[in-house]
C-alpha cells in the first residue's frame, strides 16, 4: 500500500512538473514569437476615405468599383518595443492601406467630440464589422504602451470568428500574438483585446464578462446582448480618465424590447451630454459594391424583408394587427407644455364614488384569467389636432379583480397625485363590457371590485353590451394614423423610456394569420397572448373615438382649448 503511495505522489509530481514545462515552453515560444518581429514594429496605418465614382474613378483594387481617394489619415507610427513603456518613436516606414467609406470615417476615428458611445445601426454589406476592427486598432494606437485591455464581445462564437476573419485581414501579423485558448490578442506592445461570448447555456451561470477590466468596448451584433448590457457598461473601470469608448454594431430587428433599448440609450444624458450617438452604416452607399447588386437584390427580395435587410428599416409583421403603428410617429416625448383637454372631454361623466368631483384621467381596463391590464390616457392639443396620450400601464398577473383594481389605484396615486382626497380629481375607467359578446365580464367581480377601493369604472358599450373586435381594432388604426396620416392616438416616452411598453410590444408584434378575419382571433389565449393592452386601450377609447362620437369629442376638445388661448 505504501509503495502504490508513493508511485502515485511520484507521477503527480512528474505530471506537475511536465505541466509546468509545457506551461514555460509556450511562454518561450510566444516570447520567441515576439521577439522574432523585432525590436521596432510598424504600428502605421493609413486609412484612406473613398468615394465610388464610375466615370472617372479608378480600381484600386481588383473585384471593387471605380472609386477616388477623397483624403487620408496617417496614424500611428515605428514603435519601440523595448523601451518602458513601448513608445512611438518616429514616422511609419511602411504603413498598412485601408480604405473606408465617408459614412465609416467617423465612426472608425471616433474623435473626442463625439459620444463615448456609438451605436452603428447598419444593413447587409455595410461594412460594420470592418469598422469594428478598425476602431479597435486606432484604440490600440490611443493607449499604445500603457498595458491597457479592450474588449470584443458577440452573441455567438460563430459572430466572434467572423470578427477574427476580419482581424487577420486587417491588422498585420507582426503587431499580435493571438492567444487561441484565451481568445487573447496580445499586441507586441503589451495592450491586449480580449474576445468574448455573450452566450449563456441557463440563468444559473455567471455573466461571461465578469471579472474582466476593459479601456474600451466592442459589440457585434448588439441587438442579441441585451441582457449583457449591463455587465458589459462595468467592464470599463480601467478607462483612460473614465472615458470608456464603447462602439456597438446592430441589426434592425423586428423586436420591441430592442426598439425600446436602442432609443433608451440614445436618450441617455449625464449633464446635459449624450452617451451614446447613432450612426447609419448602409449597404447601398458603400463604394465598395457595385450598384447593380442592389438593383439585382429589389428585383428579386421581397420588398419588406428589403427594407428590412438592406435599407435597416423597423417594418411591421406583413400581417399586423395594429398596421396603423408606426414607431418614429406614434411613439413620442411625452409634452411637458400641452393644453390638456382631458377633463372637459369627461366631464359629461358624474362620479358615484364622489359625487361632485370631476374626471382629469381616462383608464381602459381588460380582465383576463392570467393578466389584468389597465392602460392610461390623456387627450393633449399638438397643434389644432387632439391627440389621445398614453401615458402609463399596468398589467399584474394572476391577480383578483380586487387586487388588480387596488393597484390601479395605488398607481394613479403615485404617478398623477390623484385620487387622494376630498379635493383631489379622479379616473375614468372603461372596462370591457359585462354582458354578452366574444368575452365576458362579470360584473360583480370586476366592476365592484373598482368600486369597492373608490375608482369609477363604466362599460365600454352600456347598451349594446358588445364590441366586435375588428371595429376596436379598426378604430385604434384610424387613430394611429388615417388615410391621411392625421395621428391622433401616441405613445409617450419619457427621456427614451416607453410609458406603456407591454402596449407597444403588442401593437408592433400582433399579427394575424392569412385568410383569418378576425383580427386578434388568431391569438392564443394563455400566457403570451398579448391582445390585453390594446384591448384596454380600445375600451378607454371606443365611447369617444367610434365613427358616430369622434367628431365631437373632437369639437369639445378644440373648444375647450380656444377657451384658454
Given amino acids: 500500500m505504501r509503495r502504490l503511495v508513493c508511485a502515485l505522489i511520484a507521477l503527480a509530481v512528474l505530471m506537475g512538473s511536465d505541466l509546468a514545462w509545457a506551461r514555460r515552453s509556450l511562454h518561450d515560444k510566444q516570447s520567441a514569437l515576439v521577439n522574432a518581429r523585432g525590436r521596432f514594429v510598424d504600428f502605421g496605418v493609413v486609412l484612406r476615405?473613398?468615394?465610388?465614382?464610375?466615370?472617372?474613378?479608378?480600381?484600386?483594387?481588383?473585384?471593387?468599383?471605380?472609386?477616388?481617394?477623397?483624403?487620408?489619415?496617417?496614424?500611428?507610427?515605428?514603435?519601440?518595443?523595448?523601451?518602458?513603456?513601448?513608445?512611438?518613436?518616429?514616422?511609419?516606414?511602411?504603413?498598412?492601406?485601408?480604405?473606408?467609406?465617408?459614412?465609416?470615417?467617423?465612426?472608425?476615428?471616433?474623435?473626442?467630440?463625439?459620444?463615448?458611445?456609438?451605436?452603428?445601426?447598419?444593413?447587409?454589406?455595410?461594412?460594420?464589422?470592418?469598422?469594428?476592427?478598425?476602431?479597435?486598432?486606432?484604440?490600440?494606437?490611443?493607449?499604445?504602451?500603457?498595458?491597457?485591455?479592450?474588449?470584443?464581445?458577440?452573441?455567438?462564437?460563430?459572430?466572434?470568428?467572423?470578427?477574427?476573419?476580419?482581424?487577420?485581414?486587417?491588422?498585420?501579423?507582426?503587431w499580435y500574438v493571438y492567444k487561441k485558448t484565451?481568445?487573447?490578442?496580445?499586441?507586441?506592445?503589451?495592450?491586449?483585446?480580449?474576445?468574448?461570448?455573450?452566450?449563456?447555456?441557463?440563468?444559473?451561470?455567471?455573466?461571461?464578462?465578469?471579472?474582466?477590466?476593459?479601456?474600451?468596448?466592442?459589440?457585434?451584433?448588439?441587438?442579441?446582448?441585451?441582457?449583457?448590457?449591463?455587465?458589459?457598461?462595468?467592464?470599463?473601470?480601467?478607462?483612460?480618465?473614465?472615458?470608456?469608448?464603447?462602439?456597438?454594431?446592430?441589426?434592425?430587428?423586428?423586436?420591441?424590447?430592442?426598439?425600446?433599448?436602442?432609443?433608451?440609450?440614445?436618450a441617455a444624458k449625464v449633464n446635459g451630454v449624450a452617451l451614446w450617438e447613432r450612426k447609419t452604416l448602409l449597404g447601398k452607399r458603400s463604394p465598395f459594391i457595385d450598384p447593380s447588386f442592389w438593383a439585382n437584390k429589389a428585383a428579386g427580395m421581397d420588398p419588406r424583408e428589403y427594407r428590412r435587410r438592406v435599407d435597416a428599416e423597423d417594418v411591421a409583421p406583413e400581417l399586423a394587427v395594429y398596421h396603423g403603428w408606426d414607431r418614429e410617429r406614434n411613439l413620442v416625448a411625452r409634452p411637458r407644455i400641452a393644453c390638456d383637454a382631458t377633463a372637459a372631454v369627461l366631464s359629461g361623466y358624474q362620479s358615484y364614488c364622489r359625487p361632485g368631483a370631476g374626471f382629469s384621467l381616462l383608464a381602459g381596463h381588460d380582465p383576463g384569467n392570467i393578466y389584468n391590464t389597465t392602460t392610461f390616457l390623456r387627450l393633449l392639443m399638438f397643434g389644432e389636432v387632439p391627440t389621445w396620450v398614453v401615458v402609463g400601464e399596468i398589467q399584474t398577473k394572476q391577480t383578483t379583480a380586487e387586487q388588480h383594481a387596488i393597484a390601479v389605484r395605488d398607481y394613479v396615486q403615485a404617478t398623477f397625485g390623484i385620487e387622494r382626497g376630498a379635493e383631489s380629481s379622479k379616473v375614468l375607467v372603461i372596462c370591457d363590457p359585462h354582458g354578452r359578446g366574444e368575452g365576458q365580464t362579470d360584473y360583480q367581480t370586476v366592476y365592484m371590485a373598482f368600486q369597492r377601493v373608490g375608482l369609477d369604472v363604466f362599460s365600454a358599450a352600456p347598451k349594446t353590451q358588445r364590441i366586435k373586435r375588428s371595429a376596436r381594432v379598426g378604430m385604434l388604426n384610424r387613430l394611429l394614423g388615417d388615410a391621411t396620416k392625421r395621428v391622433r392616438l401616441v405613445v409617450a416616452s419619457d427621456e427614451g423610456r416607453c410609458l406603456?411598453?407591454?402596449?407597444?410590444?403588442?401593437?408592433?408584434?400582433?399579427?394575424?394569420?392569412p385568410g383569418d378575419e378576425d383580427p386578434e382571433g388568431s391569438q392564443r389565449k394563455d400566457e403570451g397572448d398579448k391582445t390585453h393592452a390594446p384591448a384596454a386601450t380600445g375600451y378607454a377609447l371606443w365611447l369617444f373615438e367610434q365613427e358616430a362620437f369622434t367628431d365631437a369629442t373632437q369639437a369639445v376638445a378644440a373648444r375647450y382649448a380656444r377657451g384658454r388661448a
Fill in 49 to 174: 476615405v473613398v468615394k465610388q465614382d464610375l466615370v472617372n474613378g479608378t480600381k484600386l483594387r481588383k473585384g471593387w468599383p471605380k472609386m477616388v481617394v477623397l483624403r487620408e489619415h496617417r496614424l500611428g507610427g515605428m514603435v519601440d518595443t523595448q523601451s518602458n513603456p513601448p513608445s512611438m518613436i518616429g514616422a511609419s516606414k511602411n504603413p498598412v492601406i485601408w480604405h473606408c467609406s465617408e459614412d465609416q470615417e467617423p465612426i472608425i476615428l471616433h474623435g473626442d467630440q463625439m459620444a463615448l458611445g456609438l451605436l452603428v445601426y447598419g444593413s447587409e454589406g455595410a461594412g460594420k464589422t470592418t469598422c469594428l476592427v478598425m476602431w479597435h486598432w486606432i484604440n490600440v494606437l490611443k493607449n499604445l504602451g500603457e498595458g491597457r485591455e479592450g474588449g470584443q464581445t458577440a452573441p455567438t462564437e460563430k459572430r466572434l470568428n467572423m470578427v477574427r476573419a476580419e482581424v487577420r485581414k486587417l491588422w498585420r501579423s507582426g
Fill in 182 to 266: 484565451e481568445k487573447l490578442y496580445e499586441v507586441v506592445d503589451g495592450t491586449r483585446l480580449q474576445l468574448v461570448s455573450t452566450h449563456q447555456q441557463s440563468k444559473d451561470e455567471g455573466s461571461p464578462v465578469q471579472g474582466f477590466s476593459w479601456s474600451w468596448g466592442g459589440r457585434d451584433e448588439g441587438q442579441d446582448q441585451l441582457d449583457a448590457h449591463e455587465d458589459i457598461e462595468s467592464r470599463g473601470r480601467e478607462a483612460a480618465d473614465g472615458n470608456y469608448k464603447q462602439l456597438i454594431t446592430a441589426t434592425a430587428k423586428d423586436s420591441s424590447r430592442w426598439r425600446d433599448w436602442r432609443d433608451a440609450i440614445l
Fill in 500 to 513: 406603456a411598453p407591454v402596449l407597444v410590444d403588442a401593437l408592433e408584434s400582433l399579427q394575424k394569420k
